[in-house]
């Protein structure tokens, strides 16, 4: 069999052909749950919606639309029995408050009959972050539960000996696929890479490092391999900080290469560079508590740390310490 590329990535499962933005990992989801029955009788039991099971009443709706209250992800429905609304979320970042109280708000679902009514939103989150994190539910009779993408795999995973051929094979395709954008599925790719964030503009610059950042959501280096000590692969997170401890940590959506930063920026003068990343930024993850630096971690040091320990230490140091003792571990 010939192997099959865009681009430069291959291509090893048939939902990599859709995309990997959140609404592509939606359609993938949704349309797998539609088509294995035991994989939707088994999200339905984490759920703990314990109801006779009756795969021919329950809808799946993808992107439904209503005036004014958005789209949602997806939707699964059975007449009567539960109406439940799913929000799928890349990287640990949660709806806001006002997204959900969209969602609760829909006359479709304030108006079902169902008995069980929820909100489910898929990230990667840990449990100990969602804690931190999310706030939960804004109308109390409307719980809001976190599922990760890890959990989403063991579930369909579990699934796989009570289907057909042809369902395991599509459950199979899914997991490669939702390990393939779950960064937390690989402890290399839970690691993030810290960098100094200086205020200051360089010479004939009209914008700072802070506001590249914090207003742009975008960030750059050079392309590593050289003497810099530059990533030669762009990171899955990266994190910032400055005034002496730990600002945000953001997921890299996406990046490109470029040497004119003139093209992306107009406030850096025309130049041609050697070649630099350009990352785009998603949403900032801010600690719940001060990370300060270390006393080890100075000036413009660049350091990799497991994305949980940033959370939970109290120094970026330690952070960095205690993952070099976890990779040991897990040689």
């Known amino acids: 069999m010939s192997d099959l590329y865009i681009f430069d990535n291959k291509i090893e499962t048939i939902f990599q052909l859709i995309g990997q933005k959140e609404n592509d990992i939606s359609y993938s989801v949704g349309y797998t749950l539609a088509n294995c029955p035991a994989f939707l009788r088994n999200f339905l039991k984490h759920l703990k919606i314990s109801i006779k099971f009756q795969p021919d009443n329950i809808k799946i709706k993808l992107q439904t639309h209503e005036k004014t209250k958005g789209f949602t992800d997806f939707e699964i429905i059975q007449e009567n029995e539960f109406h439940i609304i799913i929000e799928a979320k890349r990287g640990w970042t949660f709806p806001t408050i006002s997204q959900l109280h969209k969602y609760i708000s829909r006359p479709s679902f304030k108006k079902s009959s169902a008995k069980i009514k929820q909100i489910v939103v898929f990230n990667e989150s840990t449990p100990l972050y969602t804690n931190a994190h999310f706030k939960g539910s804004p ?56 960098v100094s964030l200086g205020w200051n503009k360089p010479e004939k610059w009209k914008i700072n490092w802070q506001d590249i950042v914090n207003k742009r959501s975008r960030y750059f280096h050079p392309v590593g391999g050289g003497r810099g000590g530059w990533p030669t692969e762009p990171p899955t997170y990266i994190a910032f900080r400055y005034g002496g401890k730990l600002q945000s940590i953001h997921h890299v959506d996406s990046y490109e290469v470029f040497t004119d930063p003139s093209l992306y920026f107009p406030e850096i003068p025309k130049a041609n560079w050697d070649p630099h990343y350009l990352y785009h930024l998603g949403p900032p993850i801010v600690p719940t508590k001060t990370v300060k630096s270390g006393k080890k971690i100075i000036r413009s040091m660049r350091v990799w740390a497991m994305l949980d320990l940033l959370l939970t230490c109290d120094t970026i140091q330690e952070a960095r310490d205690k993952s070099k003792e976890r990779e040991k571990c897990n040689r």
């Open 139 to 194: 109308n109390k009779t409307v719980p809001a539960l976190v599922i990760s993408w890890q959990t989403i795999s063991k579930i369909a995973s579990s699934s796989i000996i009570n289907s057909t051929n042809n369902e395991s094979r599509l459950i199979k395709e899914l997991i490669n696929y939702l390990d393939k954008i779950s960064t937390m599925q690989k402890i290399d790719s839970n690691l993030v890479y810290v």
